[in-house]
């Protein structure tokens, strides 16, 4: 079992729609979570990052962490075909805070 | 303000061979990473480093060697390269730690092995 796991998708969703993409860690001891975005062909960049339980907005999008049930997900409002990319979680292990585990990303797809 | 730059941005090599993927980066970030990149196992740490001389494990060390004797500069060899190492490298940096920080990656290299 990979430590930090996705649907690769595609998720297709129509323009001006939320966009929900969701992440599921192994690791309790997981303790920083982040959303990065990578366009086909480029490098990935951060959208945010999540530490506390609930909610954290940043413009369209908003992060969810629920520690509990060891799920993340990222909600992209009035989602843009500008929005389509792969979307990587990532989570520090509990075993060392210095590095990242990624999941596979979730393709997300935007049409007009 | 150049960043994080990666070199070559493409490279063939040929089974056995031993190849360097450069990393340099202009901001003084403490921490570098090392990281491939492949179809359905999304983004693997190979290689990190907390600061200059000190370097640890990732994921997926197995055929790679490291070094950093300079803060900028962490580059990555594959003493005999071989046709699974076939893959997108990313190099990436970060001022602290991952639990806290941004890591701010390069534009990568893509190296494949015949």
């Known amino acids: ?112 | 303000d150049a960043g994080i730059t990666q070199s070559p941005r493409y490279k063939i090599t040929e089974t056995g061979r031993q190849v360097t993927l450069m990393c340099h980066q202009t901001w003084s970030h403490s921490y570098m990473f090392w990281y491939r990149q492949d179809l359905g196992h999304g983004l693997r740490l190979i290689y990190y480093s907390a600061a200059a001389d000190i370097t640890d494990k990732g994921e997926v060390p197995d055929g790679y060697v490291v070094s950093r004797s300079k803060t900028e500069n962490f580059p990555l060899t594959l003493e005999s390269a071989t046709r699974s190492q076939t893959s997108v490298y990313f190099c990436a940096s970060s001022t602290s730690g991952a639990r806290t920080d941004t890591q701010y990656f390069g534009p990568g290299t893509r190296l494949t092995v015949l």
Request: with cysteine; proline share 5%; aromatic share 12%.
């Open chain 1, 1 to 112: 079992q990979k430590e930090v796991e996705q649907n690769s998708g595609p998720l297709s969703v129509p323009e001006g729609a939320i966009a929900s993409l969701n992440c599921t860690y192994s690791d309790r001891g997981s303790q920083s979570f982040f959303w990065y975005r990578q366009y086909s062909g480029k490098s990935p960049e951060l959208i945010m990052f999540i530490y506390s339980n609930g909610d954290k907005e940043d413009g369209r999008f908003t992060a969810q962490l629920n520690k509990a049930s060891q799920y993340v997900s990222l909600l992209i409002r009035d989602s843009q075909p500008s929005d389509s990319a792969t979307y990587l979680c990532a989570a520090t292990p509990g075993y060392n805070t210095d590095k990242l585990i990624f999941g596979t990303g979730t393709r997300l797809q935007v049409f007009p």
